[in-house]
């Protein structure tokens, strides 16, 4: 007996996908794949946060994917910065990529102080920003292999021109009230990446 998954002669050949340009700025929703570490005096709770075993850093090990537009359905991985025993500098670029993320993804322009703006700045935890949606800049690393691979390390705040053209329009409705999409989404590339960021 053959079937088609039996018998692979007749299967497609492998697409390959070039990398999306660096700059371009991009709709995404972030989701944070579970670490199981938390330290409730940091506020770290819900079992989001990783611990390195290795150098004891702390991170959000967060999935992106693109929303719209030609790289509709791509992904990309990057890390949050928590915690790093070498100093602040690892947890002040990622609670400063954090307050960008809010300010994307709440309509909220990076110098208004105002308290409504401030109190949409606070979250009640990490879970406030699993499935958040918010522009954001590709940039570019290199795998463990020394080959290219695009990450998110930057949002775009609606102080650019380009953010609305991204975003669409502007909502001031906090991301936690915005009901997730429960659709997955599959892959667009090969990554290379385990099985849970697949």
Request: charged residues 20%; aromatic residues 8%; contains cysteine.
């Amino acid at each position: 007996m053959t079937s088609t998954w039996n018998d692979f002669n007749s299967a497609d050949d492998q697409n390959s996908f070039d990398l999306i340009p660096k700059g371009t700025l991009v709709k995404v929703r972030m989701t944070i794949k579970p670490g199981g570490y938390d330290d409730p005096t940091q506020g770290w709770t819900g079992g989001y946060a990783t611990q390195n075993q290795t150098t004891g850093s702390v991170y959000l090990n967060c999935e992106f994917v693109v929303l719209d537009g030609p790289y509709a359905r791509r992904k990309m991985w990057s890390l949050i910065g928590l915690h790093s025993n070498k100093g602040p500098e690892w947890a002040n670029m990622g609670r400063a990529f954090i307050k960008g993320i809010l300010n994307s993804a709440r309509g909220l322009h990076p110098q208004d102080n105002s308290p409504q703006a401030q109190q949409a700045r606070r979250i009640s935890g990490f879970a406030d920003l699993d499935g958040i949606e918010f522009v954001g800049k590709v940039e570019m690393e290199k795998d463990q292999y020394g080959d290219d691979k695009n990450v998110i390390k930057m949002a775009i705040t609606p102080d650019r021109k380009e953010y609305v053209g991204v975003m669409g329009s502007i909502s001031s409705q906090p991301a936690q009230q915005q009901a997730p999409s429960s659709q997955q989404q599959p892959a667009a590339a090969p990554t290379g990446r385990p099985s849970w960021a697949q």
